[in-house]
């Protein structure tokens, strides 16, 4: 069997098998779906301009609110909105 990305063998490389595609090695998949600009499913380089900003306006409040729950002895702190 070989990996669908770099077509060298799998077997005794700890190889994954990709929905729909087949073998491959895990270390390959990853770089694939970085190229592709592919997180947890979602399609990065799909998205809008707009889509694209309220995506990092999401991800940016999360940052805060995560950032918060560390900092909960500091009661001043507050998750601001760009």
Known sequence: MRCNYCKKAVLGAS???VPG???AHEICYQTHLVRKRIFSGLNI???DD???AELSDLVLMEKNA???EIMENTEE???ELF
């Open 15 to 17: 190889p994954i098998t």
């Open 21 to 23: 595609l087949g073998p």
């Open 45 to 47: 380089a799909a998205l």
């Open 50 to 52: 707009q889509q694209l």
């Open 66 to 68: 995560r950032m918060s």
């Open 77 to 79: 702190f507050e998750i």
